[in-house]
């Protein structure tokens, strides 16, 4: 059972332009919504996450939008550069509840940033 | 700082055989974790350890074992390799699997079975 969906699964965006990754989740016990970003031949790491206590969190050209109540969450990546293009995963996680924790993975968008 | 390791970094199989995929860490990370990756699906957790010789299952464990006599050393072990079985693998660790931790991945195994 997929619990995590992620769309599109696939973007190219020119060079300038804004990417949208949208992820939506079944669980509502999720409490921790983290973004992977991973380059050609490399693992992923850790790009972004936010809490469901606030609806936006920015870093830099990357900002994470929560709603809480369509259970829904979005990277936007401002100003693309084609040094952004890679897969990104979106992934959620539970509350931690002293024991092991897992963290399901979306299926990941492939971006593409064109010149 | 190294993070985390995996060798090889690419491997061909025959159908049936057997090997073992290597993890290592140097974070002293409690937590360690296999993934598969494939086409559309995502990074699938296969296995898992929340200490030394502790591991439980993943998603999709079939066809695969593990164990973890160290803190550092999390090995994953194809039994019977099948063509199923192509994927590209990820260890990774983090310092605790609460709700708010960052997982390290490795580089990652493309391993191939024909």
């Known amino acids: 059972q997929q619990q995590v969906k992620q769309s599109p699964q696939s973007l190219i965006v020119q060079k300038g332009g804004i990417s949208i990754i949208n992820c939506a989740y079944e669980n509502t016990a999720f409490d921790y919504f983290p973004w992977y970003q991973q380059f050609p031949g490399k693992g992923p790491a850790l790009l972004i996450a936010?809490?469901?206590?606030?609806s936006e969190k920015k870093e830099g050209r990357f900002t994470i939008s929560f709603n809480k109540s369509a259970k829904q969450f979005s990277l936007h990546i401002m100003d693309s550069q084609p040094g952004d293009s890679a897969t990104y995963f979106c992934a959620a996680g539970p509350p931690h509840s002293g024991g092991y924790q897992k963290v399901t993975f979306g299926t990941g968008t492939k971006l593409q940033v064109i010149p | 700082n190294a993070g985390v390791t995996q060798t090889p970094k690419f491997q061909v199989l025959k159908t049936g055989q057997s090997m073992t995929l290597q993890c290592a860490q140097d974070m002293n990370h409690e937590y360690m974790s296999w993934y598969r990756q494939d086409p559309g699906m995502g990074l699938r957790l296969i296995h898992y350890s929340v200490g030394a010789g502790i591991t439980d299952q993943g998603e999709v464990p079939n066809g695969y074992n593990v164990s973890r006599s160290t803190t550092e050393d999390f090995p994953l072990r194809l039994l019977s390799a099948a063509p199923s079985q192509t994927s590209v693998y990820f260890c990774?660790?983090?310092?605790?699997?609460?709700?708010?931790?960052?997982?390290?991945f490795g580089q990652g195994t493309r391993l191939t079975v024909v």
């Open positions: 936010i809490r469901p206590d606030v």
């Open positions: 990774a660790s983090s310092f605790r699997q609460t709700s708010n931790t960052e997982a390290f």
